[in-house]
């Protein structure tokens, strides 16, 4: 019995393992100038504890295996373990997942911490349950401000911006595809009008909730055109599952015509 | 107590818990304003003495613009329109001027009779997710029949004042939603949880005389007994809701002309 369930833990871990090996479900491409740095960090990550899980694996079946009743009438026996050993290994763990997240500190701050530069493109992300919003300041380069009495989807005032009155509102662009040119610093300013979402789209390898009440901002750079899915990942209610958007990489050239064919629609 | 006896009473209380729920429920419930069975006889009303109303309701000032309503989100509904962009409809006008979707309906004179609500539901339909009709009207203690033509999945939810709100899931080829309200109130909002663009408003009367106008801005209410009645119309333009009342009096088969106009808000 115990070298049966020794084979299984055995059986389990190498299955395990063959699927990373074989890469059956892999990364996506990366879009972002920040990506090899989360890739590096994420693989780094995986070796080490993969490692770990195939010799903790291996020591468990070797102790099914080795301390498990025997036929000839010997029982498996209580043993509170080593000490020492325990605290060596907890002390190493320890030591481990701190320096992997001193390690992963720079690319974090390089994201979070360290503010887009100057002449970063500043794009307004707004999550509500269950859709994604998208302001571009306009030719002004500033955002008007935002009315929360006049909110009102049914009449495309997603915002609840006030066009008549606020100057800096007059040429904000409001979408529902967030578009922005390759090869361009752009700064997202992450907002939400109702519950805490989450921004995530994995070939920009970036995540971060928007959390109601804050303006988060997270920046980046985009090196391949193409159509990308955005999606929200907090569960934020029940349309959930459908709270997803695209992103669209483009030339500066298509972007400008793109923007501009917003604009006309606003 | 022996170990039965405490099965017996935890059984108990959980009966008693259960019958407790069921009622509370059962009392919440949506409950016409009068009973059925005790509800007065409609008053019989001389069908050769009878009026109508009509009239034409315009706006007044720059037609406003509708902005696009975005869908993105929800790629069934893009492709129901067929990539064509879908307006805002409170800001709707029609081309000669008028407005469509003006809820007209009587406010007041009509007291002294008793009305049935009519056997036959008003239907709400969700199609290429937007409501329609856009606006429409109900007597309190009607039938709503709530249908989709959509393969997504809705969410009802009418936001009264006077009435129960209540908010219900409908997914792809779900049966109909039937619902009553059982108190009159000028307008009830209806959003979609999953597609917050989505506005109906229903109009719930005490009596049968109510009109929506359509395409050409007008609108006629039929049936009226002689008597003299207060005419309220109310538009969405603007998005926030105006009304605006009239007085005309009916005599025996007449028929009145009662014109409205609005502004952008």
């Known amino acids: 019995m115990g070298l049966a ?10 299955t395990s393992c063959y699927f990373f090996w074989a890469h059956t479900w892999w990364f996506p491409i990366d879009i972002s100038t920040i990506g090899p740095a989360v890739d590096h960090q994420f693989m780094l990550t995986l070796v080490i504890t993969g490692i770990i899980f195939v010799v903790a694996q291996f020591a468990l079946a070797y102790a099914v295996w080795k301390y498990g009743s025997k036929k000839d009438g010997r029982k498996a026996r209580y043993s509170h373990g080593n000490s020492a050993l325990e605290a060596t290994w907890t002390l190493a ?44 300041p306009g030719p002004d380069g500033k955002f008007g401000p935002v009315h929360v009495e006049k909110v009102d989807d049914a009449m495309g005032n997603y915002l609840g911006l006030d066009r008549d009155h606020d100057a800096d509102s007059k040429d904000d662009i409001v979408t529902a595809t967030l578009a922005f040119p390759v090869n361009r610093e752009v700064n997202l ?26 303006e988060i901002p997270i920046h980046f750079t985009a090196t391949k055109t193409g159509r990308y899915e955005l999606a929200c990942a907090e569960l934020c209610g029940l349309g959930h599952y459908k709270m997803r958007a695209f992103v669209d990489v483009m030339t500066q050239q298509d972007f400008d015509k793109w923007l501009a064919q917003q604009a006309a629609s606003q | 107590m022996r170990k039965q006896n405490w099965i017996l009473l935890f059984t108990a209380l959980m009966i008693l818990a259960l019958v407790a729920c069921g009622k509370k429920e059962e009392e919440t419930a949506e409950q016409p304003a009068t009973p059925a069975t005790n509800a007065p006889a409609p008053t019989p009303i001389d069908q050769s003495t009878v009026g109508e109303v009509t009239g034409k309701v315009s706006f007044e000032g720059t037609k406003p613009k509708t902005p696009v309503i975005h869908m993105d989100q929800d790629p069934v509904c893009v492709q ?7 307006h805002a409809e409170d800001g709707d006008v029609n081309d000669n001027g008028t407005l469509p979707n003006v809820f007209v309906y009587v406010k007041s004179g009509a007291e002294k009779y008793t009305f049935a609500p009519p056997s036959d539901p008003v239907v709400l339909d969700q199609n290429g997710c937007m409501y329609q009709p856009h606006v429409l009207g109900i007597m309190a203690g009607q039938t709503l029949k709530v249908v989709s033509s959509d393969a997504t999945t809705h969410n009802i939810h009418p936001m009264p004042k006077d009435n129960r709100e209540w908010n219900m899931s409908q997914a792809p080829g779900a049966a109909p939603i039937e619902q009553k309200f059982a108190r009159p109130e000028i307008m009830v909002p209806v959003k979609c949880n999953q597609h917050p663009w989505m506005r109906a408003w229903i109009g719930v009367t005490s009596n049968p005389f109510y009109a929506v106008t359509g395409s050409d801005g007008t609108f006629t209410i039929k049936g009226l007994p002689p008597g003299t009645y207060t005419i309220e119309a109310w538009s969405a333009i603007g998005g926030t809701g105006q009304t605006s009342d009239q007085t005309v009096t009916i005599g025996p088969k007449e028929s009145k002309t009662l014109d409205f106009s609005f502004k952008a808000s």
């Open chain 1, 93 to 136: 763990a320890a030591v481990l997942f701190i320096g992997l997240n001193l390690m992963g500190y720079k690319t974090w701050a390089a994201i979070h911490f360290i503010g887009a530069p100057p002449g970063a493109m500043q794009i307004e992300v707004w999550g509500q349950q269950f859709e994604w919003y998208f302001r571009y």
């Open chain 1, 5 to 14: 369930l020794a084979l299984v833990v055995i059986c389990i871990t190498v």
């Open chain 1, 189 to 214: 300013i992450l907002r939400s009008k109702d519950v805490t979402h989450s921004f995530y789209v994995r070939e920009l390898r970036m995540k971060q909730d928007l959390v109601p009440g804050m």
């Open chain 2, 80 to 86: 129901k329109h067929a990539g064509k962009p879908v």
